[in-house]
């Protein structure tokens, strides 16, 4: 009887792999693999980050250094420090309010954008991951033309 099931689980084991490996070839299907630096990266997933945060509305600019766990979204990261107005969308939160100023206030042309290590970013603020120490920044600022 033992015989007999560790036959059957190993039949079952081979199929499954054969299957694995028919799948790679076929467009549109992807097999992920986990690397050991994967894994030992997530090992350290609770170790803390610094985090810089600065507010620029064009007239002043606010900064703050907070630390934090990796994985933080840069929505979370900035919540910390400012009173955050956004709207969700199927693609993520949009920012239009930063301590209290709103976007295209008396047709300015300006609106909230956020950059991390001094790049603009395009990415929803909420679906922006941090796992390293990385600099944030707000700007109130006419659109920027890298992203027209």
Same mark, same amino acid.
């Given at each position: ?6 036959? +059957? &689980?190993?039949?079952?084991?081979? *199929? !499954?792999?054969?299957?694995? %490996?028919?799948? @790679? ?27 810089? +945060? &600065?507010?620029?509305?064009?007239? *002043? !600019?606010?900064?703050?250094? %907070?630390?934090? @766990? ?79």
């Amino acid at each position: 009887m033992k015989l007999f099931l560790f036959s +059957l &689980i190993f039949l079952a084991t081979t *199929i !499954s792999l054969i299957g694995c %490996i028919g799948l @790679q070839n076929q467009p549109g299907i992807s097999i992920a693999t986990i690397s050991p630096a994967a894994i030992q990266d997530n090992n350290n997933a609770s170790a803390n980050i610094t985090i810089t +945060l &600065i507010v620029n509305d064009g007239k *002043i !600019s606010t900064t703050r250094i %907070i630390e934090s @766990q990796r994985g933080i979204s840069a929505l979370e990261a900035f919540q910390r420090v400012a009173q955050i107005g956004y709207k969700k969308y199927p693609f993520g939160s949009y920012v239009y309010s930063v301590g209290g100023l709103k976007e295209n206030t008396d047709n300015s042309g300006k609106y909230w954008q956020y950059y991390v290590d001094g790049r603009i970013v395009m990415v929803a603020v909420d679906n922006y991951k941090l796992n390293s120490d990385a600099e944030l920044e707000f700007r109130f600022e006419k659109q920027n033309p890298a992203i027209k």
